[in-house]
C-alpha cells in the first residue's frame, strides 16, 4: 500500500489502489466530504466517506483541525477542480481537536485579521495563507543557494556573535553572561567585560560583510546567508530586530559587474519561484486581490502578484546614477508641487522611501540600480570614485518595496581606506584584519546584501514583514 | 577573451586562445613558473612568464600573495600533474603583498600549526588546508539542502533570539539592551526586563526543535539550518559556543522512519561530498596520513579519510537498544578490566564518549543507532515507551567522533507531556504554544538534530571543531 503525500497523489492518475493518506482536516462536508490537508500543497484531498460504514464516534471526531488518517481507493472525481479522490475504506482519528477549543483559536473556520494570527503564530502555519507564504519561503531560499552553487559560490557562515561593533550599520544587541544585576566591575568602576564569556563585549552581528570579504579574498566568490540584527525600535510593516540576509562577495568584480549579479540572481529566483510554487502563488494572488478590494482604488496595485514577478523578469534593471537621479526628482511634479515630505533640494540628499518609489514607479517604471552615491551619505568601506565625492554604491529599488539590495565595490587601497576610516572615527586597530586584506594580494572586489524578508515579501505580496518569518521579533515582541 | 576561474580552465582543453585570469601568486619558480590559485579549486594553474619579456621591476613584485591578472595563450603544460598552463603575454599585479610583511604572517610559504592559522583566521583561508575545508563545508551544505528539498521537506528558520528558556538543552548567552552597569529594576529590586528591548528577558536558542515542530504539524515535513549557541565553559576540541544546526521534523514518522531518514541523510550528503569535493578530500585525505605520521601507531586510524566515508555508505547503521548495549558494555573487556574511566555497572548510567566509541570502534564495526534510553537521562519531549521507563530517543554514533545525529519520537499525548513537564519543573504556562499541539490535531511525530560541524569534521577530518568553521567562538575568544 503505497504512502504518499497528498501533493503527490493529487498529481497521479486514478489508478484504483489502496492508498493510505495521514493530514488534517480542513472541512467534512454532509458528513460526506472530508478535505484533507498535510501540509505538502495548499490544495486538500477529496475523502468520500459512506457514513452508513463508520461509527458515529468515529464521524463525530472528524472535526477541522483533528488529524486523521485514511486508507481507501484512489479513484476518479466527482467533484470539479481535482482529478482524484479517495473512496474512504478506513478512518482512524490520530489526535481530536476539540471544537470547543478549536473555536477559541484561528483554527476556526472563518475570517482572521493578519493581526490576530500573528498572536497565534504557533497556530498561523496551519492556514492557507501562511502555508504559502512558508512554502514559497522554503523554495526561495533553496534557489538562493542553488544559484550560487552553480555559480562557483561557496557558502560561508560568517559569525553571529562578534566582538566587532565596528561596522556602525545599527545599533546591536549585546550578548553576555554576566550577572544582570550586579555585574562584575573593572577598577575603574565600568563592567569588567574581561569577566564576560567570551573576555570581552559582544554583540549580535549587523552584517557578514567584512568577514565575508576576507574569504572572498581567498576563495573568489561566496555568500553568506544567516542571520543578522538590528536593535532598533522601528515598529513598522518593513522592519524586524531579527532578519535572514544574504550577502555575496566577490574578489574581482567591479560594480558593474556587481549590478549584473544583483540583477541576474534577483531573476533566478524570481523564476524559480514561479516555476516552483505555482499553486501557492495563485492562492496568495488572489488572496492579495481580495484584500485590496477592501482599499481605495488608488492604493491598489495596477498589476497582480505573479504580473508583477514577470514583469521584474521581462525588465533590464534601469541603471541611473544619484547625479542623474537628484536632477529627475528636483524637476518632478511632487517636488515641484511639494508633494513629498521630504523635499529633494540639493545634491547630497538622502534619498528617502517616497523618492525611490517614485523613481521606480512612477519615472522609470521599471526596477532601477541607483549608483554612485555621494560619499557622506555611505560606508567607510565604500570605494571612492575619482571625482573625490561620490562612491561606488548601489541599490536595487523594487516597485511596492523601495530597496531590496544594496551593495558596493570595496575600497581596495590600503592608504585611502585608512584614511577614511580615521575621518568616520572607525577603530583600525579593531578591524587590522579587515586593514590586512588591502596589504596582501589587495583587489578590486564587489558584493551586496539581500534582506531575505524583503525578498519573500516581495514575491508572496505580503504587506507586513512579520507574516514572512516565522517567529517574528520586534521591540517588545519575542514570542514562541 | 574569456575570463574563466582556474578550476574551468583546468578541466578544459588546450585551445591556443587568448585567456585572461586573476588570481592569488601561491609560488614564483626560476623567475619563469607562476602557480596561481584563484579558490575556485585547491589547484593552482601554472603560469609562465618569459622573464625576458617582462620589466625587471614587475616580477619582483611577482610575490608570494600578490593578486595579478595574467593574459596569455592556454597550451599544453610541459611539466606534470596538468594538462594546460598559460603562456603568459601581459601580466597585471593587482595588489602586492610585501616579502617582509608576509613573512610576519602565516601566508610565509612554511608549516604552521593549526593553532597558529587559528590566531589568524582570516588568513588561515589562504591557506590549502583551509580553502579545502571550508570549500567542502559549503558543497556539505548544499547537500543538506538539496537532500531535504527533493524529498518535500520545507526550509524553516527557526527564531535565533528566543523568549523561552524552557527547553534546558544547556546554559544559554543572554541577549539584551538593558544598560550593562546600572539596569533598571523593578520595585522588588530584580532587573526590570519589562524596560528590555523585547519588555522580556530574552536568551539566544539552543535548539530550533520545539518551534519546528509548530511548522512540522501543519507543512508535514521541515527542517532547520541555522545557528545554535551554547554558553557552556568547555573548552575542547569538540565543543564550540556557537555553531550551526540541522534540525529536521516530520509529521507522522515514528522512531523507526527517524533512524531510516536519519541514515538516508547522512549517506545522501556524505556521497555528495565524494563527488563533488574530490580534489579536496585528496589533499585532506594525504593532510591527515601526514599529520597521523607524527602519532603513536596505536592512535592511527586504520582507514585513510575517504575510506572511512565509503565505510559509512557500504554499512547498514546497526540499530541497538540501549539496553543491549548496556549488556555489552558491562561484560566488555575494557568495563571487565577497568580500562573506562567511567565503569559501566547498571541499567540506567549514563553513557559517555567511550562507551559510544567501543559500541561503534571495537564491538561492532559500524555506525551504530542506539535506541529507547532510560527516560531519566533524557528530555522531557521525548515519546515515553509503554514500559514506562525508556523512550524512544535515538543516538547516531560515528567511528572517531561518537555521537553525530541525537533525535527521538516526541510525546505526543497531551496528558503525558503534561505530567512529565511538571515532574521536570518545565513552565507549562511558557510552553503553552508548544502543548497546543498536543491539543489540536496531534500525531506521532519526530526529529532529530545534526550538528553541522561535526559532520565537517568527520568529512574533513579536522580534529578540531575550530578548524571547520570560519570564524570559532569559544570561552574567551570572539575574534574578528
Known amino acids: 500500500m503505497q504512502n504518499k503525500t497528498i501533493v503527490q497523489l493529487l498529481k497521479s492518475e486514478p489508478t484504483h489502489h489502496k492508498v493510505m493518506v495521514r493530514g488534517w482536516v480542513r472541512s467534512f462536508r454532509s458528513n460526506r466530504f472530508i478535505a484533507l490537508n498535510d501540509g505538502s500543497t495548499i490544495n486538500t484531498l477529496q475523502c468520500v466517506v459512506d457514513f452508513e460504514n463508520f461509527e458515529d464516534e468515529v464521524l463525530k471526531k472528524v472535526t477541522v483541525g483533528a488529524a486523521i488518517e485514511v486508507v481507501g481507493l484512489l479513484v476518479e472525481s466527482q467533484g470539479q477542480g481535482q482529478n482524484v479522490e479517495i473512496q474512504v475504506s478506513n478512518l ?8 470547543e477549543d478549536v473555536k477559541r483559536t ?7 485579521s493578519l493581526e490576530t494570527l500573528r498572536e497565534q503564530a504557533h497556530l498561523r502555519i ?29 557558502y560561508m557562515h560568517s559569525p553571529i556573535i562578534t566582538g566587532s561593533d565596528a561596522e556602525g ?5 549585546r550578548v553576555t553572561n554576566l550577572d544582570a544585576k550586579n555585574p562584575p566591575l573593572d577598577k575603574n568602576g565600568n563592567v569588567d567585560y574581561k569577566e564576560d564569556f567570551f573576555e570581552k563585549e559582544t554583540n549580535l552581528t549587523v552584517s557578514g560583510q567584512l ?20 536593535a532598533e525600535n522601528s515598529n513598522t510593516s518593513r522592519h524586524l530586530a ?12 567591479d560594480l558593474a559587474a556587481n549590478m549584473d549579479l544583483a540583477e541576474d540572481f534577483i531573476k533566478y529566483v524570481i523564476t524559480y519561484a514561479l516555476e516552483n510554487c505555482a499553486d501557492d502563488l495563485e492562492f496568495l494572488e488572489n488572496r492579495l486581490l481580495e484584500e485590496e478590494k477592501t482599499k ?14 514577470r514583469f521584474i523578469l521581462e525588465n533590464n534593471f534601469k541603471r541611473v546614477s544619484y547625479t542623474e537621479a537628484i536632477d529627475i526628482l528636483k524637476s518632478s511634479k511632487p517636488n515641484q508641487k511639494k508633494k513629498f515630505k521630504y523635499l529633494i533640494k540639493e545634491w547630497g540628499a538622502d534619498l528617502q522611501s517616497e523618492h525611490e518609489r517614485f523613481l521606480v514607479e512612477k519615472h522609470f517604471k521599471c526596477p532601477v540600480i541607483l549608483f554612485d552615491y555621494p560619499a557622506d ?17 548601489m541599490d536595487v529599488l523594487f516597485p511596492g518595496i523601495g530597496e531590496i539590495v544594496g551593495g558596493s565595490q570595496r575600497e581596495e587601497r590600503y592608504d585611502i581606506l585608512l584614511e577614511k576610516m580615521k575621518t568616520m572615527n572607525i577603530d583600525e586597530k579593531e578591524l587590522y584584519w579587515y586593514l590586512d586584506l588591502r596589504k596582501f594580494g589587495t583587489a578590486v572586489h564587489s558584493g551586496f546584501g539581500l534582506g531575505f524578508e524583503r525578498l519573500v515579501q516581495f514575491t508572496t505580496g505580503m504587506g507586513n514583514i512579520r507574516d514572512v518569518i516565522p517567529y517574528p521579533r520586534t521591540p517588545g515582541n519575542a514570542e514562541f
Open 211 to 230: 568577514e565575508a570579504e576576507t574569504y572572498a579574498m581567498a576563495l573568489g566568490k561566496v555568500y553568506t546567508f544567516g542571520p543578522t540584527f538590528r
Open 92 to 99: 482512524t482519528v490520530l489526535g481530536e481537536a476539540n471544537p
Open 377 to 393: 551619505i555611505k560606508s567607510f568601506y565604500m570605494r571612492l570614485n575619482d571625482d573625490g565625492k561620490t562612491v561606488r554604491a
Open 169 to 173: 550599520a545599527g545599533e546591536m544587541f
Open 106 to 112: 484561528i483554527l476556526s473556520p472563518k475570517r482572521h
Open 126 to 154: 496551519r492556514t492557507n495563507t501562511f502555508g504559502a507564504v512558508m512554502r514559497t519561503r522554503s523554495k526561495l531560499a533553496f534557489a538562493v543557494h542553488e544559484y550560487f552553487q552553480k555559480n562557483g559560490f561557496n
Open 296 to 309: 481605495p482604488q488608488a492604493d491598489r496595485s495596477d498589476m497582480k502578484l505573479r504580473e508583477k514577478l
Open 242 to 253: 531579527e532578519f535572514w540576509m544574504i550577502e555575496p562577495e566577490v574578489a574581482f568584480y
